[in-house]
């Protein structure tokens, strides 16, 4: 007997987490300033930034983790460094670096809801 897809339970995803620590993240946030600076970047541009030799099933999730915490934007042929990105760039003082990184630390949706519990 077959099912048909409305009769199929829904699959439930587990919930999405960054691919790399934020310490690690903002490391990479730096090495694509520096890199490649301000603009739209692909993937591959963004992947020797960080230190890897193309864009592979390695540094996707990396580069994800960096949308998660919030210093990547999607934009149209790539992605671009966020007004968040630059506050662990470009910051003002220790102060501001800081209170950047702990926002980025509670952006990810799994990581709000680890804090909520």
Known sequence: MS???ADKKK???SKAYPGANLETCAGYVAAIKKSLGKGVHDRDSLAKAMGFDKA???VNPK???L???GWLDRAEGGYQLSVNAQKITDFINEAEKKQELRLAF???TLYQEILAK
Do not use: D, L
Request: proline content about 6%; some cysteine; charged content about 30%.
């Open 67 to 69: 949308v998660h915490f």
């Open 63 to 65: 580069i994800a983790a």
């Open 106 to 108: 509670c952006r990810p």
């Open 56 to 58: 592979t099933g390695a």
């Open 11 to 13: 699959r439930e995803r």
């Open 3 to 5: 099912e048909t897809t």
